[in-house]
């Protein structure tokens, strides 16, 4: 069975800083893409970043370009926050393509993309 597991959620103030985490296991996604999507009380799912299966190739959201940073190595990814707004306040759940060796920098944003997704976990910004 596949699992995406996310954690490092909490409350922060505005202008800190947060390192999330997503596990995978059941499966091995390391020939592919994988991303981070949010979702705010009352708006819908939007993309946050995207990285490549090497690493080599990443995509941000404009409103976190700068601030967030996307890795991953053959397990996990992770996505590193800094310079938190409230705005930044949503659930971050992770999530992977089921295609392999390819990377669609048009189509990553797109959440239908993903085959693979976790439950979230919870990122407040207090101001």
């Known amino acids: 069975q596949v699992r995406l597991v996310e954690s490092g959620g909490g409350l922060v103030q505005t202008g800190g800083s947060l390192r999330l985490s997503c596990v995978v296991s059941?499966?091995?996604?390391?020939?592919?893409?994988m991303g981070w999507f949010r979702q705010a009380p009352g708006k819908e799912r939007e993309f946050v970043a995207a990285v490549s299966w090497s690493g080599g190739s990443t995509s941000y959201a404009d409103s976190v370009k700068g601030r967030f940073t996307i890795s991953r190595d053959n397990t996990n990814l992770f996505l590193q926050m800094n310079s938190l707004k409230p705005e930044d306040t949503a659930v971050y759940s992770c999530?992977?393509?089921?295609?392999?060796?390819?990377?669609?920098?048009?189509?990553?944003?797109?959440?239908?993309?993903?085959?693979?997704w976790g439950q979230g976990t919870q990122v407040t910004v207090s101001s």
């Open positions: 999530a992977a393509t089921s295609y392999s060796g390819a990377y669609y920098r048009t189509r990553v944003p797109n959440a239908r993309e993903y085959d693979y």
């Open positions: 059941g499966h091995t996604f390391s020939s592919s893409a």
